[in-house]
C-alpha cells in the first residue's frame, strides 16, 4: 500500500449483481462505522474471490450458497435452501475460518435458457425436453459453467445428454446472443434482468440438478473479531432482496449501462437504510 491502509477490503466477481451487492455493503459499512473501505472488485471468478479471502487479502464479499457447496466444497448438490447454508457455514467455519452470514434473500441459480419462440415452436418446457434435439443444438456459456462440477460438467451426467457444440462466452454476452439466435441454449443466472428483455425462457430443472444459490456476505471471522460491529452493520441486507428487485437492479446496469456504485446507492436510499 502506498498511503493509509484501509480497514477492509471488499471484493466482488466480475458480474453486475456481485458489484452491487458488494456495493451495498461498503456503503452500509461507510455509512454506519469509521471503517475505511477498499472496494477491490472485479477480482474475477469464484475460485479467486475465495483464494483471495482465505488468504486474508481480502475481507468479505458475496458468493452463493450452492456456489459454496458444489465449486468450492466440491459437496454433492441438495435441493434444501437451509441444509445448503448449514453444511456450507459449517464447513467454512471449520476449513477456512470464514463465517457465511444470513441470506439476502435472492436465490440466483444458473438455470438453462433458450429464446421464447423457439420453445414455443418445439414444446421445450423441461431440460429434459432438449434431449431429441441436443446434439444439433448450439450451447453457449461462461468458461466458469463450463468447468464447474454444477455446471456443464454435472449437467451432461445428471441428464445424459450433451449438446452439438458449447462455446464460451463473458457472461454479459450470453443474453444477446441467445436473443439473437447466434446460439440456442445458455446458461443464465436466473436474476439477470436480460432474461425478459431478450425474451428468453428458463427451462425446468425437472431432475433437480441445481442446487439453491442464495446470495450471502462471506466475512473472515478475523475481521468479524476485530470488527464485530459489520455483523449488525450487514445484517441489514438480511432478506432485504427478492429475485424480481435483484433482476430490476441487474437491468438498471445491464440495460440501461448505469454505475453498480449508484444503482446500490439507490436502494439503500430507497430503503431508508443510508441518507
Ligand atoms: N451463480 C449464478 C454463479 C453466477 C451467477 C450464482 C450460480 C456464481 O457466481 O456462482
Known amino acids: 500500500y502506498v498511503g493509509t491502509r484501509p480497514d477492509l477490503v471488499v471484493s466482488s466477481k466480475s458480474f453486475s449483481e456481485s458489484m452491487i451487492l458488494a456495493h451495498m455493503m461498503s456503503d452500509l459499512i461507510e455509512e454506519n462505522t469509521d471503517l ?3 472496494r477491490r472488485f472485479c477480482l474475477g471468478g ?3 474471490c475465495h483464494g483471495a479471502l482465505v488468504s486474508g487479502e481480502v475481507d468479505l464479499y458475496p458468493e452463493y450458497t450452492g456456489t459454496a457447496l458444489t465449486a468450492v466444497l466440491h459437496q454433492p448438490a441438495i435441493g434444501d435452501p437451509d441444509e445448503v447454508f448449514d453444511k456450507v457455514a459449517k464447513a467454512y467455519h471449520e476449513q477456512f475460518a470464514v463465517e457465511v452470514l444470513p441470506p439476502l434473500g435472492i436465490n440466483n441459480t444458473y438455470a438453462i435458457a433458450v429464446r421464447r419462440s423457439m ?3 418445439r414444446r421445450w418446457e423441461d431440460i429434459s425436453d432438449l434431449r431429441d434435439s441436443a446434439d444439433e443444438l448450439l450451447a453457449g456459456w461462461t468458461s466458469e459453467f463450463a468447468e464447474r462440477p454444477d455446471g456443464y460438467p454435472g449437467l451432461i451426467k445428471h441428464y445424459g445428454f450433451e449438446f452439438g ?3 464460451d462466452f463473458e457472461a454479459s454476452l450470453m443474453y444477446e446472443a441467445a436473443g439473437k439466435g447466434r446460439v440456442d441454449v445458455i446458461a443464465a443466472y436466473s436474476t439477470d434482468g436480460r432474461i425478459d428483455a431478450y425474451d428468453l425462457v428458463l427451462l425446468e430443472d425437472d431432475r433437480q440438478f441445481f442446487p439453491p444459490y442464495y446470495a450471502v ?6 475481521t468479524l473479531e476485530q470488527y464485530p460491529e459489520l455483523r449488525e452493520v450487514l445484517g441489514q441486507l438480511t432478506g432485504r432482496l427478492d429475485n424480481q428487485t435483484m433482476q430490476r437492479l441487474n437491468y438498471e446496469v445491464d440495460g440501461h449501462h448505469r454505475s453498480p456504485r449508484e444503482v446500490a446507492r439507490e436502494f439503500l436510499l430507497k430503503e431508508g437504510l443510508v441518507q
Open 36 to 38: 475505511t473501505v477498499d
Open 217 to 222: 456476505p462471506m466475512v473472515r471471522e478475523a
Open 165 to 167: 457444440e458449447a462455446i
Open 119 to 121: 420453445a414455443k415452436a
Open 46 to 48: 469464484t475460485m479467486i
